[in-house]
């Protein structure tokens, strides 16, 4: 949160943030219930926002949506984003349509597909996950059953194709 954070200016504003756990305050940009098509920054920090873009070294967001996210490291609670590039990233109980990053936390979160270096997940859910965890991940879809769940999509669609052959061939 920011030290200045007015909890009724509402767009888009600089503040000074000071990280959980940081000593230094640095100059951030905030964007605080807006919608907004991109915003930009070496810290942003969004507040029930909704944001196309979001390019920035580090992203602290809460209760806020995204279309696409760039960021060095980013923090998401309570949020949504469809498309996340990060070296760094965490979710906690956040909505993430496809994810790409160097390491990632999700801490009950649900995603569709998570391509990862290195995962931690705790309690969350996903789809389609690739990489290596540090514990279990219950991904509905991984690559091992994708390449059964194709080959049997192979199967099924070549019998049906023979079988509809085989009846129009019995027509004529």
Excluded: N
Aim: glycine share 8%; proline share 3%; hydrophobic share 40%.
């Amino acid at each position: 949160m920011s030290e200045h954070h007015d909890p009724l200016a509402t767009g888009v504003h600089q503040t000074t943030y000071k990280q959980p756990g940081g000593y230094e305050p640095t100059e951030a940009t905030e964007a605080v219930r807006t919608r907004v098509d991109r915003v930009e920054g070496q810290t942003v920090v969004l507040h029930q926002s909704t944001a196309g873009l979001v390019t920035s070294e580090r992203l602290t967001a809460e209760q806020s949506a995204f279309s696409t996210v760039e960021a060095r490291s980013a923090q998401l609670s309570q949020s949504a984003v469809q498309r996340l590039d990060a070296e760094r990233a965490v979710a906690e109980h956040s909505r993430i349509l496809a994810a790409s990053a160097g390491s990632v936390r999700l801490v009950k979160s649900q995603a569709i597909l998570v391509k990862a270096d290195h995962a931690q997940i705790e309690g969350g859910r996903i789809f389609w996950f690739i990489g290596r965890s540090d514990g279990p991940v219950t991904a509905t879809l991984t690559p091992s059953s994708a390449a059964i769940l194709g080959a049997a999509f192979g199967i099924g669609l070549t019998l049906a194709s023979a079988l509809l052959r085989l009846i129009r061939g019995q027509e004529g």
